[in-house]
């Protein structure tokens, strides 16, 4: 685990660690020193810790003006034991909405498996966002673990489907390509969904 980094390639646009409107302004990072982990396996030093044992972010990506971000995700999100979505709704999410961030590209091929509990903090963050005329959406989830947040019902929260599990991320070139992708098809979808 320890050689997967979090995506990179934005860097010339966005440090999250240099943003004074971001939650990881001014953290250091090593590239020699491992000193995360989830469970016994060493993690690479770029992810960042947000309070959750098992579950890492990287935010790649902030537009203020346009009021997104874009979260790279990596470990096991356990709402079960450790209520991760209540720690990521408290000590990351609420302080970018402060911001004016409304809408969030979670991205979740490194998300190893999910365990579901009640769905309380995904409907509180539902209206929050709804009040501000924002969304969350979930691309490139495994297989598995797609099925596991909807089986959860957790799917009624959060975009998620099979053609948001198949976007090409990494191969556009800018996150402004994402997300007015993804604006486009969430607009577009049946308000039902959401």
Known sequence: MHDIEPYYLWRD???ASSDERSPFYGRKYSEFEFS???YNYFIHPQW???GSNTLYTKLLYADYDQGYAILEFLGEWNDCITNDIM???RQLLEPLMEQG???YIFVGEQILTFHSSDECYYEELKEDLNEMGGWVCMINVLEHV????SSAGIDQYIYMSEEFDAIPWRKLLLPDHLFQLLEHKITKAPK???
């Open 48 to 50: 960042d810790h947000f």
């Open 36 to 38: 995360q982990s989830i």
């Open 146 to 149: 797609h099925r596991e947040f």
């Open 101 to 103: 961030i409304c809408r």
């Open 192 to 194: 039902y969904l959401w």
């Open 13 to 15: 646009r966005y440090i």
């Open 87 to 89: 720690i990521l709704k």
